[in-house]
């Protein structure tokens, strides 16, 4: 054999060695999100007390240094180099890794690029590096990376409207998504039950409208019944946060809920809504109207204020203004309203929302801005093709937004609402049914029917966890936020950053469980291993219900009675002081735990807001022994019992009904 053509036979031996070690012998490095391409070779680079790192971008070597304290941070070049290089050829975010066993080289395209290759970086450590103040000597294996985002747009929605979270908080949440190079935190600051960004030409929005219950004219819902609640953040708080944010690669995107979900607001300026009567006796007299009236003009002076100020807290080029599940009903009741809609010859009042939204796109592009909406603005056909719509309500107005021409944030519940449960048997929402990060991750656009021009205007994808569960979990469930976002926005993180065809469940989850010990270390306590299972063994007594409220519905205390309805009924109207619930069974039941609730399961909606619960062992004479706690309350039963009664000891919740449901009975173990 020529000396030539032996060459590259020792190289082919060579690259297949190094392409057989990739698949058995060298261990996996359990990367999250899977790089686009990884060269694995043997050797190590080790790091030792006497390893020296050189960072020439201030910013991030701030960042690096609460997780390497150990390794000299030299003005000089150094064996370990982390870097911006704009002329590496890469696209935006993009990155090359290389470890050689005497030298470790980390080049960005961009500040982004760096940080994201600092980020695969610390995922070659020992899991350790994320207690932070790393400082034992360790081995990192040779490797060579060269990776960048498929999507230009990974994102996680926050909702801290119906539930508050200090700014230590978001920063810590902040901090987790940015070690999976997310890159968009859409922050829901406002809402019904709550606004939570001080405009300061307007201070009344969060002294009075960033508090809901006690005194406050925003009613308690959600959890926290029986106190006021709430919280804002400052707008130094906020610039905070936004600088928090950049150093980690991330743009926070605000968003301000319009024209619906404004009750918040409604009760601050009630100016604002449209001048119409409303029957309010079926919430014992709380007015809900929640919608801005689109006919007011002063309603845009208003909305110039806030967004000037918005636009000056957020650098991001993008502003949420909303846009989803309008109640119309109150434009069709409002003169004004009714007026425009005629006079624009409008045949659908999407399109007066669409007419109420492209005015504040208006607004927001005077200060640079540019919209972003939920799916429902575009119904009307008649919204500025200019905007982002985040497509949540299915996969269908996802498809719909993409063939119409709009860039589209792919966000349909069924995948990616991290409210909902993750298992059956969990807490969580389940409208759009169980989200496990297997469900997440299998979302795939071509497999629902996307087509090439379609596809190409997907800007990428984004996680949602709303709160309404939130605050009533909080008590007993301390991580919930956590909980329900991790591992699921691991699965977000990676569909939106690495190709479709590098994509594969069983992979994923083999690659999750290395990834487990890194969030373990991050102090996140995520979701793992199998899902709990009811304790005790449901039983259906024998029972009748019956309540002093009228029901909706005429079957609904026999379905009841008959243990039929796991979603329950409403009743036609809140609850008032001294309304009662009765539930009497045909044999004393005994050793059972009972859970009683009334609103959503899971959701404290739709409640009786304060009550007590009370026994009786003749059906006649009862004791009192539970308070309500969120509408709910769970008894132990240790003695023959005959009726069990819940008493209504508050009027109104906040809405128009109650949820009743029937009891769940368990077999004590
Ligand atoms: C629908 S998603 C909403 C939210 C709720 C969420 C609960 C969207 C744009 N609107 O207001 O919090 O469902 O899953």
């Not at 005077?366 to 719509?389: C, D, F, H, Q, S």
């Not at 259906?540 to 026999?558: I, V």
């Amino acid at each position: 054999m020529k000396s030539s053509s032996l060459r590259v036979v020792l190289t082919a031996l060579l690259l297949c060695s190094a392409f057989v070690a990739e698949a058995t012998a060298v261990p996996s490095l359990d990367l999250v999100p899977l790089p686009r391409k990884v060269e694995q070779s043997e050797g190590e680079f080790r790091f030792t007390s006497a390893t020296t790192v050189y960072c020439p971008v201030p910013q991030l070597r701030a960042y690096l240094a609460d997780y390497l304290p150990t390794f000299a941070w030299r003005s000089v070049r150094s064996r370990v180099e982390v870097r911006i290089n704009p002329s590496l050829g890469l696209p935006k975010e993009g990155y090359r890794l290389s470890v050689q066993s005497d030298k470790v080289l980390v080049e960005g395209a961009d500040y982004a690029g760096a940080f994201y290759g600092a980020q695969t970086l610390l995922q070659l450590f020992p899991p350790q590096v994320y207690e932070g103040d790393f400082r034992s000597p360790c081995a990192l294996p040779c490797v060579e990376i060269t990776d960048w985002p498929e999507y230009p747009y990974r994102g996680q929605h926050l909702d801290v409207a119906r539930t508050f979270m200090s700014v230590e908080e978001v920063k810590e949440y902040i901090s987790h998504l940015a070690c999976h190079k997310i890159n968009r935190l859409h922050f829901h600051l406002t809402d019904d039950q709550g606004w939570r960004v001080e405009i300061a030409s307007h201070p009344e929005l969060t002294s009075v409208g960033a508090w809901r219950g006690g005194d406050s004219p925003i009613w308690a819902v959600y959890g926290s019944l029986d106190k006021k609640y709430g919280g804002y953040y400052t707008q130094d708080e906020l610039r905070e946060l936004v600088a928090w944010a950049a150093q980690r690669a991330i743009t926070i995107i605000p968003e301000v809920d319009l024209p619906g979900h404004s009750l918040a607001i409604g009760k601050v300026y009630p100016e604002v809504l449209c001048p119409v009567e409303r029957d309010n006796s079926r919430a014992a007299g709380y007015d809900r109207r929640n919608v801005w009236c689109v006919a007011r003009e002063e309603n845009y002076a208003l909305l110039d204020d806030i967004f000037r100020e918005l636009s000056d807290i957020f650098p991001s080029e993008w502003i949420h203004i909303g846009g989803d599940e309008v109640g119309m009903s109150q434009w069709k009741e409002c003169p004004h309203c009714s007026a425009l809609y005629k006079q624009n010859g409008y045949t659908d009042y999407a399109q007066l929302e669409a007419h109420f939204l492209n005015r504040v796109v208006e607004i927001v592009a005077r200060y640079g801005k540019r919209p972003v909406v939920w799916n429902e603005a575009i119904n009307g056909g008649n919204l500025t093709r200019e905007a982002l719509v985040c497509g949540w309500d299915g996969i269908k107005p996802c498809r719909k937004s993409t063939a119409e021409g709009y860039r589209t944030v792919i966000m349909p519940a069924q995948w990616f609402y991290f409210d909902m449960r993750q298992a059956p048997h969990e807490m969580g929402h389940n409208w759009a049914g169980v989200v496990s990060t297997e469900k997440c991750y299998s979302f795939n656009l071509d497999e629902q029917g996307f087509s090439p021009e379609q596809k190409a205007l997907v800007e990428g994808f984004e996680g949602a966890f709303w709160s309404e569960i939130h605050l009533s979990a909080r008590p007993h469930f301390e991580s919930y936020v956590e909980y329900m976002t991790f591992p699921r926005v691991c699965a977000v993180a990676e569909i939106g950053w690495t190709p479709q065809q590098l994509r594969k469940w069983s992979e994923f989850e083999a690659r999750l469980k290395g990834h487990a010990g890194r969030m373990d270390a991050m102090g996140i306590d995520h979701r793992s291993g199998p899902a709990p299972k009811p304790a005790g063994k449901v039983i259906t007594p024998k029972m009748a219900m019956t309540t002093s409220m009228p029901m909706s519905k005429e079957e609904a205390l026999g379905k009841l009675s008959a243990y039929a309805n796991d979603w329950g009924y409403t009743t036609k109207r809140t609850c008032h002081e001294g309304d009662w619930v009765l539930w009497e069974f045909a044999q004393p039941i005994d050793n059972v735990g009972v859970e009683l609730t009334t609103g959503y399961r899971h959701v404290p909606r739709g409640v009786v807001s304060a009550g007590v619960i009370e026994v009786s062992t003749n059906g006649k004479d009862f004791r009192r022994v539970a308070d309500l706690n969120n509408g709910s309350a769970t008894i132990r039963i240790n003695r023959p019992t005959k009726a069990i009664r819940l008493r209504c000891t508050a009027t109104g919740n906040g809405d128009t009904f109650v949820l009743l449901q029937y009891p769940v009975i368990r077999k004590n173990n």
